[in-house]
């Protein structure tokens, strides 16, 4: 109360089918209190792990919000809601943040107390994206700098990069509530603090990256008579490839090739047999390249880009 909990919609718990039962997996929820929260002020949780979300396209989360105070004073947009992706807490971060959709009390409709306006679904291109424009911007704009928060409105939410954030070497995720700043008169926001329950659920990684890869080997032996014996190799693998038994993400993040000569010479052979001489000659010669799928010094951006 006053808010039934239920489960998002088009979500179904997954069974795991035991040897003598059947047992509905857990689901991956999480409730977030805070009242008194002061205009501008911000409160979270995080988690950290180490992760590279490269072969992944979109983060998606359903979010619920409702009033917690003794009164059902908490309007659409009085809060948001974000989600912040990085290496670290404030330095070098991606930020997601959604205006808050509030559920009414008393509601008992799935899609009300889960409102699709609240729905979390981060495009992993988007976040690059941003990345590269505020990059650009710093070059043409000397004031600008890279410890500077750079906003752009997307779709209606507002996306941040702080820092060189890297998806390749997510440490921490953060999920929080903000209460944002009144910053003039004018403003509509009203500057007081507020009381709110946010839930957020199934936070999940989605569409990742299936562009397959191929790899060959070819190899040819040569035998000139007794004189020589030459053997040239080579091999080539591209972006993607990987073993049965890899996963996603392990698969090739480069692209290869290579080949190698080998000879042998019996140089004696052009002299006199009655002279004894043998000159034996060796040569071998090998070249190989590896063409990055990512940019060394931003592992985030692919090279090409």
Request: hydrophobic share 40%; charged share 30%.
């Given at each position: 109360t006053p808010i039934p909990y239920v489960l998002p919609p088009v979500i179904d718990r997954q069974v795991i089918f035991g040897a003598s039962n059947l047992v509905q997996q857990n689901e991956q929820s999480l409730a977030i209190y805070?009242?008194?929260?002061?205009?501008?002020?911000?409160?979270?949780?995080?988690?950290?792990l180490n992760m590279d979300m490269r072969t992944y396209g979109h983060l998606k989360m359903f979010v619920h919000g409702e009033a917690a105070g003794d009164f059902e004073d908490l309007k659409h947009g009085d809060l948001n809601v974000f989600v912040r992706l990085g290496s670290d807490y404030n330095k070098n971060f991606y930020e997601y943040e959604v205006p808050l959709?509030?559920?009414?009390?008393?509601?008992?409709?799935?899609?009300?107390?889960?409102?699709?306006?609240?729905?979390?679904?981060?495009?992993?291109?988007?976040?690059?994206?941003?990345?590269?424009?505020?990059?650009?911007?710093?070059q043409a704009n000397p004031n600008l700098s890279r410890i500077d928060r750079y906003r752009k409105i997307v779709d209606g939410k507002e996306i941040s990069v702080v820092g060189s954030p890297n998806l390749g070497n997510v440490r921490t995720v953060m999920i929080g509530i903000r209460n944002p700043k009144k910053?003039?008169?004018?403003?509509?926001?009203?500057?007081?603090?507020?009381?709110?329950?946010?839930?957020?659920?199934?936070?999940?990684?989605?569409?990742?990256?299936?562009?397959?890869?191929?790899?060959?080997?070819a190899r040819v032996t040569a035998k000139l008579a007794d004189f020589a014996n030459i053997s040239v190799s080579g091999n080539t693998s591209t972006i993607g490839f990987g073993s049965l038994d890899q996963s996603v993400t392990e698969r090739n993040k480069f692209e290869a090739m290579a080949y190698d000569l080998q000879s042998n010479f019996e140089i004696g052979k052009f002299f006199p047999q009655e002279t004894g001489i043998r000159i034996p000659l060796f040569f071998g010669y090998s070249e190989e390249w590896k063409n990055p799928m990512f940019n060394p010094l931003d592992p985030d951006i692919e090279f090409d880009d």
């Open positions: 805070t009242c008194n929260l002061k205009d501008g002020d911000a409160r979270a949780v995080f988690r950290n959709q509030v559920t009414p009390w008393g509601a008992t409709d799935p899609w009300m107390i889960w409102p699709q306006l609240n729905y979390v679904d981060i495009d992993f291109e988007v976040l690059k994206s941003i990345k590269l424009e505020r990059d650009r911007a710093i910053l003039s008169p004018q403003d509509p926001d009203d500057g007081q603090p507020k009381c709110a329950e946010v839930w957020v659920n199934e936070l999940r990684l989605t569409d990742f990256d299936e562009r397959g890869g191929w790899a060959a080997n």
